[in-house]
């Protein structure tokens, strides 16, 4: 039998070993969320580096850095209160009677499970689908009931009750849509922005899973079909998800970086050319370098990283809102996120078309023009 190292110590080296190995694991733990917090930061050096880069390649003294915090520090609209968008949903009562009345319908208990003290508690994308499943055998009942001829006073008094009951909630069903995506706890969740920016890996990554789960909520809502388990699925990815959030905190710091390398690249065209009579010149190099290797090969591509996941996801907010009966303040903080003419996705759209030009400008002075 082996016997461990430690049993030959003395009770004061034991000791030692022991808070040595604690402290060890101590300073990791310490360290640990600062490793996390510079990965999740890493899209700022980038920026920072070609900043940096651009500015130094112009000779320019450094960058506005107070002018980048501004921006940087600058409020979001936040997503509005489940309390603002929630439309309240009326329910017409079917005594017990009447739902005894019933039992040869499955309706009945469908009824029952509603009444559950779980069926109390349903999430908003619960309760439609309860209530397309209501108004399906409630469909499916009536016929039961208009052919009941031995009791017609009685069948009658309980389809009127049936078929109006079906009227009200069908009437209701554009509200229960709207209740169950734009004021359900999972879109609350993926508008949130209590997240951090995208680093550069994480834009890299296309969640397929969520635009999948997007499309299913689109057909359920408007060609609703009825898969409890997709269905359920698919909004557990929502509810897992914070993504539109990050990328509109990742728009904000890429038009706030931008804001500012325009500073820099305006600074610079305001003076002497870069190149006599457009003949390339050792500092232009240099400027080439800059622009090839860390806007292009860095800056750039993240933008069409960012870029092309906010187009899917923001056009799939916009397609889900259009014909629905919205909120005026959902309407309020979309229309300064997507719609609007100075919304975030038009003065990040803006501000690398801008961006372009600039550098369009600059190089044109040398002879090369970007695309």
Same mark, same amino acid.
């Given at each position: 039998?082996?016997?461990?190292? @430690?049993?030959?110590?003395?009770?004061?080296?034991?000791?030692?070993?022991?808070?040595?190995?604690?402290?060890?694991?101590?300073?990791?733990?310490?360290?640990?969320?600062?490793?996390?917090?510079?990965?999740?930061?890493?899209?700022?050096?980038?920026?920072?580096?070609?900043?940096? !880069?651009?500015?130094?390649?112009?000779?320019?003294?450094?960058?506005?850095?107070?002018?980048?915090?501004?921006?940087?520090?600058?409020?979001? +609209?936040?997503?509005?209160?489940?309390?603002?968008?929630?439309?309240?949903?009326?329910?017409?009562?079917?005594?017990?009677?009447?739902?005894?009345?019933?039992?040869?319908?499955?309706?009945? !208990?469908?009824?029952?499970?509603?009444?559950?003290?779980?069926?109390?508690?349903?999430? =908003?994308? =619960?309760?439609?689908?309860?209530?397309?499943?209501?108004?399906?055998?409630?469909?499916?009942?009536?016929?039961?009931?208009?052919?009941?001829?031995?009791?017609?006073?009685?069948?009658?008094?309980?389809?009127?009750?049936?078929?109006?009951?079906?009227?009200?909630?069908?009437? =209701?069903?554009?509200?229960? !849509?709207?209740?169950?995506?734009?004021?359900?706890?999972?879109?609350?969740?993926?508008?949130?922005?209590?997240?951090?920016?995208?680093?550069? #890996?994480?834009?890299?990554?296309?969640?397929?899973?969520?635009?999948?789960?997007?499309?299913?909520?689109?057909?359920?809502?408007?060609?609703?079909?009825?898969?409890?388990?997709?269905?359920?699925?698919?909004?557990?990815?929502?509810?897992?998800?914070?993504?539109?959030?990050?990328?509109?905190?990742?728009? @904000?710091?890429?038009?706030?970086?931008?804001?500012?390398?325009?500073?820099?690249?305006?600074?610079?065209?305001?003076? !002497? +050319?870069?190149?006599?009579? #457009?003949? +390339?010149?050792?500092?232009?190099?240099?400027?080439?370098?800059?622009?090839?290797?860390?806007?292009?090969?860095?800056?750039?591509?993240?933008?069409?990283?960012?870029?092309?996941?906010?187009?899917?996801?923001?056009?799939?907010?916009?397609?889900?809102?259009?014909?629905?009966?919205?909120?005026?303040?959902?309407?309020?903080?979309?229309?300064?996120?997507?719609?609007?003419?100075?919304?975030?996705?038009?003065?990040?759209?803006?501000?690398?078309?801008?961006?372009?030009? =600039?550098?369009?400008?600059?190089?044109?002075?040398?002879?090369?023009? +970007?695309?």
């Amino acid at each position: 039998m082996r016997i461990p190292f @430690q049993f030959f110590m003395s009770g004061s080296a034991l000791l030692e070993h022991f808070f040595r190995k604690r402290n060890v694991v101590l300073c990791l733990l310490a360290v640990l969320p600062l490793l996390l917090s510079c990965e999740k930061q890493s899209i700022d050096k980038v920026f920072d580096n070609y900043l940096y !880069r651009l500015s130094n390649s112009l000779e320019q003294d450094g960058f506005d850095t107070v002018f980048l915090d501004q921006h940087l520090s600058a409020l979001l +609209p936040r997503y509005p209160s489940r309390r603002e968008l929630i439309y309240e949903i009326t329910s017409p009562n079917i005594n017990l009677i009447e739902f005894l009345k019933l039992s040869s319908c499955e309706l009945q !208990r469908h009824i029952g499970k509603r009444n559950s003290s779980l069926g109390r508690f349903m999430k =908003q994308s =619960q309760i439609l689908l309860y209530n397309y499943e209501f108004i399906e055998l409630a469909k499916q009942c009536l016929e039961q009931v208009s052919f009941d001829k031995d009791n017609f006073s009685e069948s009658k008094k309980l389809y009127d009750i049936l078929s109006a009951t079906v009227v009200s909630k069908q009437s =209701q069903l554009d509200k229960m !849509r709207w209740n169950a995506v734009f004021a359900s706890e999972e879109f609350v969740t993926l508008f949130s922005l209590g997240t951090q920016s995208l680093t550069m #890996k994480e834009a890299s990554e296309k969640p397929e899973t969520l635009y999948v789960s997007m499309e299913k909520i689109y057909r359920f809502v408007n060609k609703p079909v009825i898969d409890a388990e997709s269905i359920e699925s698919a909004y557990g990815v929502i509810a897992s998800s914070k993504r539109i959030g990050e990328l509109r905190l990742s728009m @904000q710091r890429i038009v706030s970086y931008l804001l500012v390398a325009d500073k820099i690249l305006q600074s610079r065209l305001s003076v !002497r +050319p870069l190149c006599f009579k #457009k003949r +390339p010149s050792r500092q232009f190099a240099i400027v080439q370098a800059v622009f090839t290797k860390f806007y292009i090969g860095e800056v750039q591509a993240y933008i069409a990283k960012i870029h092309q996941q906010s187009k899917i996801l923001l056009e799939n907010i916009e397609l889900l809102k259009k014909d629905s009966v919205t909120k005026p303040e959902f309407d309020r903080f979309w229309g300064q996120v997507f719609t609007n003419e100075n919304s975030e996705w038009q003065l990040f759209n803006k501000a690398v078309l801008n961006h372009t030009k =600039q550098w369009q400008k600059l190089l044109a002075q040398c002879g090369s023009m +970007p695309s």
